[in-house]
């Protein structure tokens, strides 16, 4: 049965920034044109918020980066990078991420994970079930989760459209990005 999709929708996206980040340059040597994404995954409908969660270091390179997606109208949540005594690295904002949509899930009719992350399916299960919500993925299909693919509402595979979501820089394929895309990010 096709997802329903109207412009009277409430939606809320909830952007796993680290994972979309590492898909893009691990399958494309690019970067992610977020502006993008989250206009194909909104459509026509009432955005509620956009929020991206982010993690921060020590060196703040990263910040250009964050006045970016402000830009575009996607909040950001930032979190401390842990380094650990044996210098083991922690970055995860699943559980924050988790909470929020729980948390704004009687203000949506659709929640948007904006990752493909498998460890999200039980979150995807709770709203369904239990806030009524219709729950929507964006992410590279080849580096999703099946379980999340299909325990979503509708699936928005970006590795069907790479170049529109995708930003190459000059050591990606030898393409620059448009002026377009760089202001979308």
């Known amino acids: ?14 952007i796993d920034t680290q994972n979309l980040y590492h898909s893009a340059k691990n399958l494309y040597n690019a970067r992610v044109n977020f502006g993008a994404i989250l206009e194909a995954a909104v459509g026509d409908r009432n955005l509620i918020r956009a929020r991206a969660y982010v993690v921060t270091t020590e060196s703040g390179e990263e910040q250009p980066f964050f006045e970016a997606l402000h830009k575009i109208g996607i909040e950001v949540k930032t979190k401390d990078l842990q380094i650990f005594l044996g210098g083991a690295k922690k970055a995860d904002w699943d559980v924050g991420l988790a909470v929020d949509a729980i948390s704004m899930a009687p203000k949506l009719d659709a929640v948007i994970i904006a990752s493909g992350d498998g460890d999200f399916v039980p979150l995807v299960e709770y709203l369904q079930t239990n806030m009524g919500c219709q729950v929507e993925a964006v992410s590279f299909g080849r580096s999703s989760s099946s379980r999340l693919k299909e325990s ?24 620059r ?4 895309a760089l202001k979308a990010i």
Do not use: S, T
């Open 1 to 14: 049965m096709p997802v329903i999709k109207h412009k009277n929708q409430r939606v809320g996206v909830f």
């Open 152 to 175: 979503v509402d509708d699936f928005i595979d970006l590795d069907k459209e790479p170049k529109k979501f995708l930003i190459y820089g000059r050591n990606g394929n030898g393409r």
């Open 177 to 180: 990005a448009g002026k377009k």
